[in-house]
């Protein structure tokens, strides 16, 4: 299910959800989407020590960043709370934003009904985008156990 909310994503956006070069940017990038994995399952994965320092409690991320000024990787210990971007906001923000046209008070104008009924139609284009980021948000539960499943 995760693969399939990443290619449902990303043919909706057109923007690849989880640009990451290495297995460390992807969980990086997954943390800034969906927040701090639970340490259970951190400690049950089998690369864990390649990428969280499991001797500290909080279990810190270790992001393997490349220095500019030193040309050599340099590793960031990073502590992820809540998501830092919202999975709603970025299917929102897809949305076109139409420019408001000034109309005058006859509402028998057929220029008032047509912007009535976009407007109508926009309310809902929203409503099944607020769905759709919510299905996204169900396949992409970080736990397998508590993802959506088919």
């Given amino acids: 299910m995760w ?11 057109g923007k690849i959800l989880f640009p990451g070069k290495s297995n460390n940017q992807m969980l990086k990038l997954m943390q800034e989407v969906k927040g701090r994995l639970n340490p259970k399952l951190i400690r049950k994965s089998q690369f864990a020590t390649q990428h969280f320092d499991l001797d500290d409690p909080t279990n810190p991320f270790l992001s393997v960043e490349h220095s500019k000024l030193s040309s050599k990787d340099v590793v960031r210990r990073m502590v992820f709370k809540q998501p830092e971007r919202d ?12 420019p408001l046209i000034q109309l005058g008070n006859d509402v028998s104008d057929p220029a008032w009904i047509a912007i009535n009924e976009a407007s109508a139609k926009e309310e ?5 985008l607020k769905d759709f980021a919510d299905l996204l948000e169900r396949c992409l539960v970080l736990n397998p156990e508590k993802r959506l499943t088919v």
């Fill in 3 to 13: 693969s399939v909310a990443c290619t449902l994503y990303e043919l909706y956006t």
């Fill in 124 to 128: 809902e284009e929203t409503r099944i």
């Fill in 87 to 98: 999975m709603r906001m970025r299917i929102l923000a897809q949305q076109i934003k139409k």
